[in-house]
């Protein structure tokens, strides 16, 4: 059984930063996507970011492109989000997710597995 467990969120003032994980277990990864999400309060859940396990290819959304970085590290089966120069419009909890395949990798609908959310708050 897939299990996707994400920690490191919290609470942290603007222009701090986070780092977040997700440990991934229950299968092989090698040809999957992970991705990060996030849901802010009344609003959809949007994409973050997401790196491929084989060769470490990453995508990331415009708004966070500069500030968050997306890495793995295969042997610990973890996917790490490095969130810098935060603002309170981060706030949200933030999820991960995999598929399979490198295709379509920002839509949410293409994720078949996720974690429960960690969140994060940023104070103006």
């Known amino acids: 059984q897939v299990q996707l467990v994400e920690s490191g969120g919290g609470l942290v003032q603007a222009g701090g930063s986070l780092r977040l994980s997700c440990a991934a277990s229950?299968?092989?990864?090698?040809?999957?996507?992970m991705g990060w999400f996030r849901q802010a309060p009344g609003k959809e859940r949007e994409f973050v970011a997401a790196?491929?396990?084989?060769?470490?290819?990453?995508y990331c959304a415009d708004s966070v492109k500069g500030r968050f970085t997306i890495s793995r590290d295969n042997a610990k089966n973890t996917v790490y989000l490095q969130m810098n120069s935060l603002k309170p419009e981060d706030t949200a909890v933030y999820y991960c997710?995999?598929?399979?395949?490198?295709?379509?990798?920002?839509?949410?609908?293409?994720?078949?597995?996720w974690g429960q959310g960690t969140q994060v708050t940023v104070s103006s």
């Open positions: 997710a995999a598929k399979y395949g490198d295709y379509d990798v920002s839509a949410r609908r293409e994720y078949r597995y």
């Open positions: 229950g299968r092989a990864f090698s040809s999957y996507v």
């Open positions: 790196i491929t396990w084989s060769d470490g290819n990453t």
